[in-house]
């Protein structure tokens, strides 16, 4: 764990998560290691009326079991997308980038069964330990 605050979403926090200005959320940076190797930075935004409670120490075992076990907040869905951005200085300091210049970074909203948009994540990857795979179910009409 990096960083845990509570904090009102300004504007330039709304127009990159969705969130409304003014919303107050849980900001929270932690990095990921992979066999020692720190390869993956979480910065995740959580709607605080969504997540009451939310502690580093619970934020540090299981986010999602704390809301769904706990509070008992049902996960409906989930929006991401997948791009590749170059790594920023904070990227540098907090991962072992060795000579990698880009990311694989996966931005996801995450939705209640209310419709409500309780979390924004942005996941920051080594590309050399990322992979994408989806499964696409078509059903006829």
Request: proline share 1%.
């Amino acid at each position: 764990m990096v960083a845990f605050e509570r904090m009102q979403a300004t504007q330039a926090i709304a127009d990159q998560t969705g969130f409304a200005p003014g919303d107050e959320l849980f900001a929270i940076e932690r990095v990921r290691t992979i066999d020692g190797e720190a390869l993956i930075l979480d910065r995740n935004f959580f709607l605080a009326s969504a997540a009451e409670g939310l502690t580093p120490q619970i934020a540090e075992a299981s986010i999602y079991n704390y809301l769904e076990n706990t509070l008992g907040i049902t996960i409906a869905m989930s929006k991401r997308e997948i791009t590749g951005e170059r790594a920023t200085d904070r990227d540098r300091q907090l991962l072992d980038l060795d000579d990698v210049d880009y990311l694989a970074v996966v931005k996801s909203q995450t939705f209640d069964a209310q419709g409500t948009m309780i979390e924004y994540t942005q996941s920051r990857h080594r590309l050399d330990h990322f992979c994408f795979r989806s499964t696409a179910v078509r059903q006829n009409v």
